[in-house]
């Protein structure tokens, strides 16, 4: 019914930086907000961005001034930009998408996450 694809992870070297994108296809009738989580290896899956229809957002401490989320609302696809990369930025990062349906209900989906490496 509603699916997130997620694109642009990698292998970079410290200092480096990526582009994230994810894209929602499926029954939508809008999408209020969308962002970003992340899970490392043996810790808990974090907040790392988020960013509503009307361009509010919130960003954990440590990626601000590194990371900018946007989002083009015609196309139900948010991006992450991540620069100043460093090691403990490695992690899967997930997709996240607050949708609402056609008859009102609000549902959140989940992408398959896209594997983000910070090594030299």
């Known amino acids: 019914q509603v699916q997130l694809v997620e694109s642009g992870g990698g292998l970079v070297q410290p200092g480096g930086s990526l582009r994230l994108s994810c894209a929602a296809s499926g029954s939508i009738f809008s999408i209020n907000a969308m962002g970003w989580y992340r899970q490392a290896p043996g810790k808990e899956r974090e907040l790392v961005s988020t960013?509503?229809?009307?361009?509010?957002?919130i960003s954990r401490d440590s990626v601000k001034g590194r990371f900018t989320i946007s989002r083009d609302n015609a196309k139900n696809t948010v991006y992450l930009q991540m620069n100043s990369l460093k090691p403990e930025d490695t992690a899967v990062y997930y997709c996240?998408?607050?949708?609402?349906?056609?008859?009102?209900?609000?549902?959140?989906?989940w992408g398959q996450g896209t594997q983000v490496t910070v090594s030299s």
């Open positions: 960013i509503t229809s009307g361009g509010s957002t």
């Open positions: 996240n998408a607050d949708v609402r349906a056609f008859d009102g209900v609000r549902v959140e989906y």
